[in-house]
């Protein structure tokens, strides 16, 4: 993506075209101060889980449980959420045939 369309959509969520991951953190910590960290989020469609996985680096989320139909970001997820160390607080899920499958 290009930087002019991330700082639009960074401006569009949470007012500043500067913020980092698309503003999503900085719209959390403003919103939620009281409830942070939430203790479980759920996230469906998630590509690769890049922006879970940085919301449980800065302490946002505890621990996600992730899930992705694309074979490919599936495999791509997986790797990554190793790569980031989050294997404990990142769980990525894949649908396979109408049903949610946890895949080692």
Do not use: W
Request: glycine letters at 6%; hydrophobic letters at 40%.
């Amino acid at each position: 993506k290009s930087k002019r369309i991330l700082s639009e959509i960074a401006h569009n969520i949470c007012g500043d075209p500067n913020a980092d991951a698309m503003g999503i953190p900085k719209l959390l910590k403003e919103n939620f101060k009281d409830k942070l960290p939430f203790k479980r989020a759920v996230s469906v469609g998630c590509s690769f889980a890049p922006k879970e996985c940085n919301l449980v680096k800065q302490g946002i989320v505890e621990s996600f449980e992730v899930t992705e139909i694309n074979t490919e970001l599936f495999e791509l997820g997986k790797k990554y959420i190793r790569d980031q160390g989050l294997e404990d607080k990142v769980r990525i899920y894949q649908f396979l045939y109408g049903r949610l499958v946890l895949v080692p």
